[in-house]
Antibody, heavy 120, light 107 residues
């Protein structure tokens, strides 16, 4: 089955760190660009970070630049998001998403998400 | 950043109704527009890409149109499983940006 499964979310204090993981299965992970997208009641859906197939192209939202790092391990079929200096406004559901490479269009597959709560 | 404005924000409709949701971009985005459906507790599901191309497996009652700054998602005959929240996304300019969503509720 083609799927993405996120993990690593939880409750963390402001200024703390978390590392999110996304396990991909059912498709050739190394041939797809990948992303993290988050969703909160206050800001809605927001693209957080993008990484190309080999990791040589990376983009971040201005709101997380310098604090978050996206990476991937194609041998382990896994995507990661290292989140440092967390703030209350980073509280959200975080989704791992895949881009469709044949049509060059985004987000054709989503995981169920992992919840990150930043609170003291 | 390109702002995406959806209307309405919420609507009530009955099974069998024709439903139209509009998404407006703050500047031209060609046809780089995607529509998603989200149900409670789940990640969004892609319905339409390139403004009007139906994602494989999505029922033909869903259709999309538009280019430039104005786009529409139409459900020709609303079914019980279509009650959900719908979002548009532009991917013409980075950062890609979503609309705020349209919640379709049962009348």
């Amino acid at each position: 089955e083609v799927q993405l499964v996120e993990s690593g979310g939880g409750l963390v204090k402001p200024g703390g760190s978390l590392r999110l993981s996304c396990a991909a299965s059912g498709f050739t992970f190394s041939t797809y660009n990948m992303n993290w997208v988050r969703q909160s009641p206050s800001k809605g859906l927001e693209c957080v970070a993008f990484i190309s197939t080999s990791g040589d192209s990376i983009h971040y939202a201005d709101s997380v630049k310098g604090r978050f790092t996206i990476s991937r391990d194609n041998a382990r079929n896994s995507l990661y998001l290292q989140m440092n200096s967390l703030r209350a406004e980073d509280t959200a559901m975080y989704y791992c998403t895949r881009d469709c490479m044949t049509t060059v269009t985004p987000f054709d597959l989503w995981g169920l998400g992992t919840l990150v709560t930043v609170s003291s | 950043d390109i702002q995406m404005t959806q209307s309405p924000s919420a609507m009530s409709a009955s099974v069998g109704d024709r439903v139209t949701i509009t998404c407006r971009a703050s500047q031209g985005i060609n046809k780089y527009l995607v529509w998603f459906q989200q149900k409670p507790g789940k990640g969004p599901k892609r319905l339409i890409y390139a403004s009007s191309t139906l994602q494989s497996g999505v029922p033909s009652r869903f259709s999309g149109s538009g280019s430039g700054t104005e786009f529409t998602l139409t459900i020709s005959s609303l079914q019980p499983e279509d009650f959900a929240t719908y979002y548009c996304l532009q991917h013409n300019n980075y950062p890609w940006t979503f609309g705020q969503g349209t919640k379709v509720e049962i009348k």
